[in-house]
């Protein structure tokens, strides 16, 4: 099973960017990737996805636009760019690994464990 270490977070001001970097402890070829965010009080929620090729890329309406996830299977690694920085965007982010996404979700086994986030904090 795959582990992740995420990392880049930080305190940044609204309007702002950030970039989130993830590895692996793996190989990724051929896995579908996404990154999650949780925020204080609310559940984990998908918010991107990248299929295994790299080839389609999906978004939540909520950060549509503005973020931009990617990857470098050389490296096995995921990353995430932030711009324009909301104070809603406040969360802990996560990235996961799975079979393929549907849309912006990516389906994954239930078993997989997660890394331990990396948090984001959009404040004046």
């Known amino acids: 099973q795959l582990q992740f270490v995420e990392s880049g977070g930080g305190l940044v001001q609204p309007g702002g960017s950030l970039r989130l970097s993830c590895a692996a402890s793996g190989t990724l070829d051929f896995y579908a990737l996404a990154w999650f965010r949780q925020a204080p009080g609310k559940e984990r929620e998908g918010i991107s996805c990248i299929s295994g090729n790299g080839g389609s890329t999906n978004y939540a309406d909520s950060v549509k636009g503005r973020f931009t996830i990617s990857r470098d299977n050389a490296k096995n690694t995921v990353y995430l760019q932030m711009n324009s920085l909301k104070p809603e965007d406040t969360a802990v982010y996560y990235c996961?690994?799975?079979?393929?996404?549907?849309?912006?979700?990516?389906?994954?086994?239930?078993?997989?464990?997660w890394g331990k986030g990396t948090l984001v904090t959009v404040s004046s």
């Open positions: 996961a690994a799975g079979y393929y996404c549907s849309g912006y979700v990516l389906i994954r086994s239930r078993g997989d464990s």
